[in-house]
Every structure is written in structure tokens, then in C-alpha cells.
Nanobody, 130 residues
Framework: QVQLVESGGGLVQAGGSLGLSCTAS????????MGWFRQAPGKEREFVSA????????YYADSVKGRFTISRANARNTAYLQMNGLKPEDTAVYYC???????????????????????WGQGTQVTVSS
């Protein structure tokens, strides 16, 4: 079992920056693919970004490409989402997710599909004021 805890959310003005962290415990983190999703009020959960087990591959939703950066520090069991140039439409609860490895073939794999992931954090609120 893997436990994920997000942190770093808050209130920021449009154009500002926030950095989210997702710390994992319970299992070896280094071979888990990680993803970030978000859910705004009244909307479905949507994909934001993902990073492969190896860290070599990253994937971004078009809406955040060029503004958000995903990374990971396996020694710290932590994944990060640096968010710059925030817009009011980025306001949402942000969730991190992890996928247990199915084998070496997934070393470079990411996915924008929420069902691909096995574990989820409780979420952290990000609010961007205009």
C-alpha cells in the first residue's frame, strides 16, 4: 500500500506561482509513475501532468504546457508540480496519483488516464484570484 500526501496549495494572485509536493510512504517510490490531476467545482477531474518511473518522460495537458513543470526526487519519495503564470481557471483541488510498476516495460511510461493510477492523495486546494 502507498500513502500519498499533497502539500503546497494556497491562495495566489493571477500571474503568481505555487509549488505543490506529493510525498509517498509505504512502498518504494522510485519505480512508481506519478501524475497530477485537478478538479474544479462542478467539473470532472482532469489530467494536469505526469512523469514516468524513470523521470525521463513527462506529459502535460495543453492547458498547462509551458507554465507547469513536473519533477521528482526519488531520494525524498516526493513528486513536485511547479506552477507558474497561474490563471483563475487553474483554481481547483489538485491530486497526486501513483501507479505501481507492472514491469520494466513501464520505466518510460506515463498516462493522462486517471484509471491507470493505483493510489491517490487527499488533494490540496489551489485558488487563483483575478
Amino acid at each position: 500500500q502507498v500513502q500519498l500526501v499533497e502539500s503546497g496549495g494556497g491562495l495566489v494572485q493571477a500571474g503568481g506561482s505555487l509549488g505543490l509536493s506529493c510525498t509517498a510512504s509505504g512502498r518504494t517510490f522510485s519505480n512508481y509513475a506519478m501524475g497530477w490531476f485537478r478538479q474544479a467545482p462542478g467539473k470532472e477531474r482532469e489530467f494536469v501532468s505526469a512523469i514516468s518511473w524513470s523521470g525521463a518522460n513527462t506529459y502535460y495537458a495543453d492547458s498547462v504546457k509551458g507554465r507547469f513543470t513536473i519533477s521528482r526526487a526519488n531520494a525524498r519519495n516526493t513528486a513536485y508540480l511547479q506552477m507558474n503564470g497561474l490563471k483563475p481557471e487553474d483554481t481547483a483541488v489538485y491530486y497526486c496519483a501513483a501507479r505501481a510498476p507492472r514491469g520494466e516495460r513501464e520505466r518510460f511510461t506515463t498516462s493522462p488516464i486517471s484509471g491507470w493510477y493505483d493510489y491517490w492523495g487527499q488533494g490540496t486546494q489551489v485558488t487563483v484570484s483575478s
